[in-house]
T-cell receptor, first 112, second 115 residues
């Protein structure tokens, strides 16, 4: 079956450390992948888009990698802060058209 | 830019009642998406529109669900009759272009509780 999997368990890290979140997918060959952040009671907010021909993309303290051979994207937050605590979702286009399918998300908690 | 506006923020209704959720997309955005989020199933796409025309409604659970977009600035998602299993947070999102080039901008959702 077609799946987009993210770590189901919450990730707890200490402030200042690098957080690494994983997004694995099967049976898709996406041309791009997106990452979103969701805070409680709010809608997801777009963070980064990476295309299949871009192995790595950075934005401030965020870095995303995309390995189409492994069918995996890694999302890194360097020098993490308590304000980074949220749920992070990956998303990719599945099938034709503009249908964007989301992973289940990973909850990140950055502790002092 | 006010962002995507959804109403109501919370809706509590009894089983069998009709529920209408409303969405105002960002002005100028050509695409509008309705998603549903639950703990068990995560964020699921129900339907999306391009230039007010429904393109893919394969995610709509059953005939009790219907969505319309009468003009570029307004969309509704209707559930009739509602059932307890419809309880979820319903999100509307819009994008400027197709998802290849353009991220989705989400509203803050409508939390629906059906008792």
């Amino acid at each position: 079956s077609q799946k987009i999997e993210q770590n189901s368990e919450a990730l707890n890290i200490q402030e200042g450390k690098t957080a690494t979140l994983t997004c694995n997918y099967t049976n898709y060959s996406p041309a791009y992948l997106q990452w979103y952040r969701q805070d409680p009671g709010r809608g997801p907010v777009f963070l980064l888009l990476i295309r299949e021909n871009e192995k790595e993309k950075r934005k401030e303290r965020l870095k995303v990698t995309f390995d189409t051979t492994l069918k995996q994207s890694l999302f890194h937050i360097t020098a993490s802060q308590p304000a980074d605590s949220a749920t992070y979702l990956c998303a990719l286009r599945t099938g034709g058209g503009n249908k964007l399918t989301f992973g289940t998300g990973t909850q990140l908690k950055v502790e002092l | 830019d006010a962002g995507v506006i959804q109403s109501p923020r919370h809706e509590v209704t009894e089983m069998g009642q009709e529920v209408t959720l409303r969405c105002k997309p960002i002005s100028g955005h050509d695409y509008l998406f309705w998603y549903r989020q639950t703990m068990m199933r995560g964020l699921e796409l129900l339907i999306y529109f391009n230039n007010n025309v429904p393109i893919d409604d394969s995610g709509m659970p059953e005939d009790r669900f219907s969505a319309k977009m009468p003009n570029a600035s307004f969309s509704t998602l209707k559930i009739q009759p509602s059932e307890p299993r419809d309880s979820a947070v319903y999100f509307c999102a819009s994008s400027l272009e197709g998802s290849d080039n353009s991220p989705l901008h989400f509203g803050n959702g409508t939390r629906l509780t059906v008792t």
